[in-house]
Every structure is written in C-alpha cells, then in structure tokens.
C-alpha cells in the first residue's frame, strides 16, 4: 500500500459500499452500516459488504467510521489476461475524444491500481421499523502507468509513471424500511439516492508518448475521478435468516444515474446481488461467507477533456461482471472493553470477471467498519 494514508480497508462496500472497488467503478459508497437489532426477535448478522439489514431501535443513532482499500492488476478483455504488448499491438483507441476519424493504437497500459477510501456514517431510528442513513466517503486513488513511444513490442516502452487523484466522492442518502418480520425471517425495503458531492475534474500527472516522451498535467481518466458527477437513485431489498447459531440472506443493491453529469457523461446502470451465511461462535462473534455478482453497463458520453491513448480515457473500456468471494468477521465491542461499538471485517476476492476491456481486473479488496451506538 502507497503512503501513510493507506490504513487498512468493497463498493455501496457498500458494498457500495460497494463496493468499490474498481479503478472502473463508480465510486461507491462505503460503510454505510446498521447493526441488527437484538431485542425485536429477528438477529441476523450480516456481512459488513452488505447494506440494508440491520435496524436501529427508535430514538437510536449509529456513527461509522469504514476504510476500504482495493487493488487492480493487470487487464483484462473479456475473461481473458490481455498483456501490454498485446494491447499496443492491436487495441485501437476509437471512442477516445480526439481519435474519432483517426484511431490510434493504445501506448499508454496501466499495470496496477490502488483504491483507499475513508467512509463517515450516521444513521437514526426513526421507528422501531424504519431507519436512516447518510454517508459519504473520502478517495485516494493511484495508477502505476507503462508508456510507449509509436514502435511496438516491448521495446517501444518510453518510461513508467503513477498517477493520483484524491477528494471527496459522492454521498448517500437513504432509508431502510422492514416490511414483514417473525422469529426467522425478514425483509427490508431500502429507497437512496447518491448526491454528486464529487469531483469529476480533478487531474493527475503522468509520463506520455508526446514529444518523445514527456510529463502531462492533465484531467483524469473516468475511474480516477473521485465522484460520479450525477444523481442517482439506488433501490434494494433484503432478506435474512437466523435459526440458532445459524444466519443467512439474499440481498439486491441497484444504482442508476439519471441523467449525464455537466462534463457530458454518466457511469453505466450498476446492479448487485449478494448471497451469504453466518455462524455466531459465541454471542457477539460472527463469521460470515457471501458470494457477489455485480453488473454494470459501459459509461454514456464522454468528458471532451479526458483524452489519449490509454484505456482509461475510452468510455467503451469500462463496465461489466464480476462474482467474488467474502469472507468477514463481526465482533461486538465487549470484547474490546467497548460495550457500544462494533468491529466488523471483511476480504474479497474474484472469482469471475467479464470485463468491456481492456480494463484493469480486479485482484483483492478489504472492508473495516468501525461502529459505534447510542
């Protein structure tokens, strides 16, 4: 991990928080969470990447503090690892401000990124069954950047440089409404809208092919950005289940720009389904397992200001699916001589990705929640 800032940790994880996070991805909320609530007979601890769960009791306030850190590396087209002399040998740049009527091969081939983000919430029980929430989460963002000159092969590589880009990202505003509830089951009902509280112009310094090579103080690619620019509005449902020892649940999470930002461009719709089990150990330990697939469509219009030869700049290399797998950990306060707290962690991993590339394939993500009630 890069500097001091760089703590420990998705993507709305949310998942969004979540979930991050991609260096694709729009940057989704972190963080948001709700701890269940014990005494109202439904107790289903779910996993920290999942939103819209747990419940507060009326006249109840939660605050949250969640880092989330992930890492890209290498690229990808389709399911397929694409290297960077492939794709400065045949990967064209068409959608690309500026190459439009004269594509251009790529020089420019990212190696690896690096997500940090910092999310703050605070949510209020309204109702014993209704609760709300608003979060917001600070960005740093890195790209460690391959330039090459207009040769090709490995021997046109010019230089290597790292981008950065940092700022406050979007901010969520929503409710969680539980619908029906005995001593197993329950579903919620979730309704949020993202406020554009983020940057879209924000720049970064990289190595470019002009010149023969020279340094570029410019407007950053798409994923770089540390907000989307837009409204959107977010709807999901959840369900969970608890009999002894035992929890489980199925949640959905939509996020869906309504309309382009002021720079010309939106992130594509993104959808979410997540799956998980849970075993608490002792009373206030839980270990929780969950699987996540995502989808999301290809950016719409473009920023006439982020242009070159680099897979970032092209809105048509972002968006597609993916399924990974989480593993977390929930752990009361008790255990660390904080009654009212809760600990909560979580690592991912992909499994499968299908990505509108090539685009930066995701390696590792890990999630920290740190809550406190009163």
Wanted: charged share 10%; hydrophobic share 40%.
């Amino acid at each position: 991990m890069r500097k001091a800032t760089l703590l420990a940790a998705t993507t709305f994880a949310f998942a969004a928080s979540v979930s991050a996070a991609r260096a694709e991805d729009p940057p989704l909320l972190s963080g948001a969470r709700i701890e269940p609530v014990v005494s109202q007979g439904t107790q289903a601890p779910a996993p920290l990447g999942v939103f819209g769960v747990g419940l507060l009791n009326q006249g109840q306030w939660a605050v949250s503090y969640a880092p989330v850190w992930s890492r890209l590396a290498g690229s990808q087209i389709g399911t397929s690892p694409a290297y960077a002399e492939y794709i400065i040998q045949n990967v064209y740049s068409y959608h690309t401000p500026g190459s439009v009527g004269t594509p251009k091969l790529l020089r420019m081939v990212p190696s690896s990124f690096e997500f940090f983000g910092q999310s703050v919430s605070a949510a209020y029980g309204v109702t014993k069954d209704v609760t709300l929430v608003a979060a917001t989460t600070y960005w740093e963002k890195w790209v460690d950047m391959y330039t090459y000159h207009a040769g090709t092969g490995p021997s046109a590589l010019l230089g290597t440089s790292t981008g950065h880009t940092d700022g406050i990202g979007d901010t969520l505003l929503a409710g969680v409404w539980r619908v029906y509830h005995d001593t197993m089951n329950q579903l919620n009902l979730n309704i949020g809208f993202s406020l554009p509280t983020g940057d879209t112009t924000a720049n970064q310094t990289l190595f470019v092919p002009k010149n023969g090579g020279s340094y570029s103080y410019a407007r950053a690619f798409y994923g770089m950005q540390p907000g989307s620019g837009t409204l959107d509005f977010m709807p999901g449902l959840a369900y969970s289940g608890v009999l002894d020892q035992w929890s489980w649940g199925l949640a959905y999470r939509g996020r869906f720009p309504m309309d382009s930002n002021p720079d010309g461009w939106r992130y594509g719709a993104w959808n979410d389904l997540t799956g998980w089990g849970g075993y608490t150990w002792l009373p206030g330990f839980e270990t929780t397992l969950r699987l996540d697939g995502m989808t999301q469509g290809r950016i719409g219009g473009f920023d006439p200001l982020i242009t070159g030869f680099a897979q970032g700049a092209n809105p048509y290399f972002y968006g597609g699916q993916w399924v990974s797998i989480f593993g977390g950990v929930n752990l009361a306060g008790k255990y660390f001589n904080i009654p009212k707290a809760n600990l909560s962690l979580e690592v991912g991993l992909p499994v499968y990705q299908n990505l509108n590339g090539p685009q930066g394939a995701r390696a590792v993500q890990a999630n920290m929640a740190l809550t406190y009630k009163f």
